[in-house]
């Protein structure tokens, strides 16, 4: 099993790089299945049924999300509906969307995909993230032999640990939220494939996706400003994992490739 898994997609320029990359990426890497981070797809915050659908269209397929998941109240039907998306498994009993996902890959084997939140400077509310994948965990098929969890926490600390807690027991572990593409992935000691973080997919000649000469304003005179998204030098980022019949990893490759394509103006944020 080949896995590509994309790092947080921001706004109209990763939209259109991810339509310009994933299907070249599907084709001559092999990939059997796609999963990507799209909580920030839909003007740098948030997700609407149309971009979802578009990130299908390219390839796609698994969404999970992140703490922007109810930004966009036009969502929520979808997370009820589709079996493509979930949200955080640590967020309360009573929140819209599934717990995780198990999807066929294009090999026809199953996938599982887990999200979580984590706790430390988020300001969400939400439960353990180790004590909620536990519990998907156990709810599993043992015919799931390949699971995916994406971490999507600000500290690095906490990421690092829920690899290690999961070792053995997933795929991979994979970190999203800071939008910053670490350089730190490995196969752990049992088998499962991790990263601190997958980075952004979106315009690098920014801070962070947003106007980089907004948000440096703001920080220099600390007079807040609306942070519209950047536009320019859009990038992928993510990894592709590769896996055995067991589920166990076998290596993890960092991606980071440019948009080789201009955005259309008549896109949609």
Same mark, same amino acid.
């Given at each position: =099993?080949?896995?590509?898994?994309?790092?947080?997609?921001? *706004?109209?320029?990763? /939209?259109?790089?991810? $339509?310009?990359?994933?299907?070249?990426?599907?084709?001559?890497?092999q990939i059997d299945f796609v999963i990507a981070n799209a909580e920030n797809a839909a003007a740098g915050s948030g997700l609407t049924p149309a971009m979802f659908n578009k990130l299908r269209h390219?390839? +796609?397929?698994?969404?999970? =999300?992140?703490?922007?998941?109810? /930004?966009?109240?036009?969502?929520?039907?979808?997370?009820?509906? &589709?079996? !493509?998306? =979930?949200?955080? @498994?640590?967020?309360?009993?009573? @929140? /819209?969307?599934?717990?995780?996902?198990? @999807?066929?890959?294009?090999? *026809?084997?199953? +996938?599982? +995909?887990?999200? +979580?939140?984590? !706790? #430390?400077?988020?300001n969400v509310r939400a439960d353990c993230p180790f004590h909620a994948v536990d519990r998907v965990l156990e709810r599993l098929s043992p015919e799931v032999r390949t699971v995916v969890v994406d971490v999507h926490a600000e500290t690095t600390s906490e990421k690092v640990a829920m690899g290690w807690y999961l070792d053995g027991r997933v795929s991979a572990v994979v970190g999203t939220h800071t939008h910053v593409q670490t350089a730190d992935e490995r196969v752990l000691p049992h088998g499962t494939a991790y990263i601190t973080d997958l980075g952004m #997919?979106?315009?690098?000649? &920014?801070?962070?996706?947003?106007?980089? /000469? @907004?948000?440096? &304003? $703001?920080?220099?005179?600390?007079?807040?400003?609306?942070?519209?998204v950047a536009t320019e030098d859009a990038r992928l980022s993510g990894a592709i994992v590769e896996t055995k019949d067991n589920g166990r990893a076998t290596s993890i490759v960092r991606v980071h490739i440019n948009d080789p394509l201009p955005m259309s103006t008549s896109e949609s944020q």
């Open positions: =099993m080949r896995l590509l898994i994309i790092g947080d997609i921001v *706004g109209r320029p990763g /939209k259109h790089v991810c $339509s310009q990359v994933i299907p070249r990426l599907i084709r001559d890497e390219y390839g +796609v397929d698994v969404c999970t =999300m992140g703490d922007h998941i109810y /930004k966009r109240r036009e969502v929520l039907p979808l997370l009820d509906e &589709s079996d !493509r998306i =979930m949200r955080p @498994a640590n967020l309360p009993p009573e @929140a /819209k969307g599934r717990e995780y996902v198990v @999807a066929e890959a294009r090999n *026809g084997e199953q +996938v599982a +995909v887990i999200s +979580v939140l984590g !706790r #430390t400077f988020m #997919t979106g315009p690098y000649d &920014s801070v962070l996706g947003r106007d980089r /000469k @907004a948000v440096v &304003s $703001s920080l220099v005179t600390g007079v807040p400003q609306p942070y519209s």
